[in-house]
């Protein structure tokens, strides 16, 4: 692994962090959470820069579904962070004297929202790149070889994450804020400050297993449709000479 290989998933990681931080607005307080927001939105444009080659190579994108799924993926979480970026300046207090009072109840209404989307959709985007983030966590951690053992307690491990996951969304409400209800049922910080970023983790686990597991169906399925188109096709007859 290159170091600049390296240091860019360094920072998109700690991007991740700050996004998860910054969803835990009445625990940081308002300073922190500009702050942060601000810091990953640069890690954000950094990102993209990054990875300026892939959108050079959209028109050669290969017409299957991971491939277009991918695509879809990108283009919804480039316009979630964008709603997210407009809206965190028109509600910013640090920019309240310099710019008009257009930031009201439905402006950070639309922030909260825009917010959690990115968050599932940052998920999603993790789930399809989840084979590669775990070979390369294989060769960080100096694995070598296949253990039946080791696949079935990462697949246990990977069930019981995403039942919590389930309840994690039914406890932090996650539909309503999805859907942009009005709800007074935030997260309480005076009585648990590690079981909200517990629950969010869940969250996170759910959608990149869901994802993961959803491309491997597709994968399958595609497969055996063409090995059955394959065994379908009618054997030429042999020309005697």
Same mark, same amino acid.
């Given at each position: ?30 300073v ?28 050669? +994108? ?5 491939? $277009?799924?991918? %695509?879809? @993926?990108?283009? =919804? /979480?480039?316009?979630? #962070? *964008? ?25 950070r209404q639309?922030? +909260? ?5 990115v $968050?599932?959709? %940052?998920? @999603?985007h993790? =789930? /399809?790149?989840?084979p #590669? *983030?775990?070979?390369?966590a294989?060769?960080g ?8 053992v080791?696949?079935?307690i ?10 919590f996951?389930?309840?994690?969304? $039914? ?12 709800? *007074? ?14 629950h969010?983790g ?17 994968e ?22």
């Amino acid at each position: 692994m290159s170091r600049v290989f390296a240091l860019r998933l360094w920072l998109d990681g700690f991007a991740a962090v700050l996004l998860v931080f910054g969803l835990s607005y009445w625990w940081l307080g308002n300073v922190a959470h500009e702050i942060a927001g601000t810091l990953m939105f640069v890690l954000l444009i950094a990102h993209n820069l990054f990875n300026r080659r892939w959108y050079g190579n959209l028109p050669r +994108t290969r017409r299957e579904p991971r491939s $277009l799924f991918n %695509v879809l @993926v990108t283009a =919804g /979480l480039l316009s979630a #962070m *964008l709603v997210l970026l407009v809206t965190s300046v028109l509600i910013s207090n640090a920019l309240a004297s310099v710019l008009p009072p257009w930031g009201g109840f439905t402006v950070r209404q639309i922030h +909260t929202v825009a917010a959690y989307w990115v $968050l599932v959709i %940052v998920a @999603v985007h993790l =789930g /399809l790149r989840w084979p #590669m *983030l775990m070979g390369l966590a294989r060769i960080g951690f100096g694995i070598r070889g296949a253990s039946v053992v080791r696949t079935w307690i990462l697949r246990a491990t990977t069930g019981v994450v995403a039942a919590f996951g389930v309840w994690s969304c $039914l406890v932090l409400g996650l539909g309503m804020k999805l859907t942009m209800q009005m709800s *007074l049922d935030w997260w309480n910080f005076e009585e648990s400050v590690a079981g909200f970023f517990i629950h969010i983790g869940a969250v996170t686990g759910l959608a990149i297993s869901g994802t993961y597991y959803a491309m491997k169906l597709i994968e399958v399925a595609r497969r055996d449709r063409r090995q059955g188109r394959v065994a379908a096709r009618p054997i030429p007859e042999s020309v005697s000479p």
